[in-house]
């Protein structure tokens, strides 16, 4: 007789590190020595965590079902980075963006433009709910916009991402805002009041180094070429302050409540409606924009750098980097080590500080090895919620602590599916925007410092706290 399959048995500790162990070197030599993308190390990585799943117990058609539904997790994700790529294709091949460039141009200067960046952001994203939409339409031209004035590219993105995700973390409409609350166990808004005290220092903050950095830009040394830059935009398109409406529109669908993949396509065809409408193209050229992104030759080199982008095909990397990521997200969920590596960690959760504190790094450390914000935010949720309610925490700390990290600290990490959005849509790697990201950094360390002062920790009232809260 064939003795029937072995039960799986839980992770140790060091089971579940193996795998964390061999991805976080790997990608580091990858990225620091040879230069390269982090796909392979990520599948090898994948393979490591299969081989320690093997052990436990599990077999090969778990295993490929854990890599399957951490897949799936990132499916939406997917959708959204190729209709992005057609919009932004499309909206630059329509003069939308070179419009937005060539009257932002007129209206910025280098001194306050990084503050206004992170400024004009934060309020696209708070009404939209959504960071990556916000930096696939005003950011993409906020990064041509900072190139011509003359600040540094990180920079530019590091404001753009600070803005965007201030938005997505304070945004009712957002989707991680409400799943925050929902993970933890309060409401919408109780959550979103609780944020103000750790979120609004972090901007204030952001927003006075943004002021001092771009005091080191002056107009007048970059003047020449931002007048080539926009005579050069003018010869190119037919401009016009009409061409900013479809801005205006996808901010009003979106707060419409409309799902950002929708709105996006229909910001995409109205991209190509505008093109063929406005600026004469045909349909072989809008279709090219649409797949390979928009491809011109003005002469001058800084136009053609800025402009020569977008297209399904070009995101298609991007979308393979995802894949990848959550396959090893999917087998270490599936296996049980994400598990065992958070109540690892909550062992040393002691104090309402060190809870805190624990709580963020697991969010980030989610972020780094299931390469997915939505997980960094559940899991933990899942995990640490009768902790906070066993110290006599309200829950709306929790909430808070999941965005303050598990929201926050996505766009960070090269590989996590947020972090690859901002990458290819900026064009800058996250590794290079990281440093500048001020809010995104000093969130997450604004909430450690609350955790252990007390400083807005709110406690459940006694008629509401579990029998076993500590007092």
Not at 432 to 437: D, E, R, S, V
């Amino acid at each position: 007789m064939t003795p029937p399959p072995r039960e799986p048995r839980p992770p140790t500790l060091w089971e579940a590190l193996l795998p964390v162990a061999f991805l976080v070197p790997a990608i580091a030599l990858t990225i620091i020595v040879y230069q390269g993308p982090v796909h392979i190390p990520l599948i090898l990585s994948t393979a490591v965590a299969g081989v320690v799943a093997l052990r436990l117990g599990l077999g090969w058609t778990a295993i490929e079902e854990g890599m399957v539904h951490g897949i799936g997790l990132g499916l939406r994700a997917c959708l959204v980075l190729m209709v992005v790529g057609t919009l932004i294709g499309e909206w630059i091949l329509a003069g939308i963006v070179p419009a937005m460039i060539y009257y932002g141009l007129q209206l910025l200067a280098p001194s306050f433009f990084l503050l206004a960046a992170c400024v004009i952001c934060a309020v696209v994203s708070l009404s939209t709910g959504s960071s990556w939409s916000t930096a696939a339409t005003i950011g993409l031209a906020l990064m041509a916009i900072g190139n011509t004035l003359g600040v540094p590219a990180p920079m530019t993105a590091g404001a753009i991402v600070s803005g965007s995700y201030f938005g997505d973390k304070m945004s009712p409409v957002s989707d991680t805002t409400n799943l925050a609350p929902a993970a933890a166990g309060t409401d919408l808004f109780t959550h979103i009041r609780h944020m103000i005290y750790t979120t609004g220092p972090s901007l204030l903050i952001a927003l006075v180094l943004y002021g001092l950095l771009g005091l080191g830009y002056r107009g007048d040394v970059h003047a020449g070429a931002v007048v080539e830059m926009r005579e050069t935009l003018a010869r190119l398109f037919v401009l016009s302050p009409w061409l900013l409406v479809p801005m205006a529109l996808v901010i009003g669908i979106i707060i419409l409540r409309v799902p950002a993949l929708p709105a996006l396509l229909v910001s995409s065809l109205i991209g190509a409606l505008l093109a063929m409408l406005v600026q004469g193209a045909d349909g072989a050229t809008v279709l090219q924009a649409a797949f390979r992104g928009y491809a011109g030759a003005s002469g001058v080199e800084a136009v053609d750098k800025l402009l020569n982008r977008g297209g399904l095909a070009n995101m298609l990397e991007t979308i393979a980097l995802v894949i990848c990521a959550l396959s090893f997200g999917g087998v270490m969920e599936r296996s049980g080590m994400l598990g065992a590596l958070a109540h690892a960690a909550l062992r040393v959760a002691t104090s309402t500080g060190r809870l805190v504190a624990v709580t963020i790094l697991t969010c980030i450390g989610f972020n780094v090895v299931a390469s997915d914000q939505y997980i960094a935010i559940v899991i933990p949720g899942r995990m640490y919620r009768e902790a906070f309610l066993a110290r006599g925490l309200h829950p709306k700390n929790l909430s808070r602590c999941l965005e303050d990290s598990g929201t926050l600290s996505s766009p960070l990490i090269p590989w996590n599916s947020c972090g690859a959005f901002m990458t290819v849509t900026l064009g800058v790697s996250a590794l290079a925007y990281l440093p500048f990201a001020f809010l995104n950094l000093i969130n997450p360390l604004i909430s450690i410092l609350y955790g252990f002062t007390g400083v807005t920790m709110h406690r459940l009232p006694d008629d509401q706290r579990p029998p076993s809260a500590q007092t």
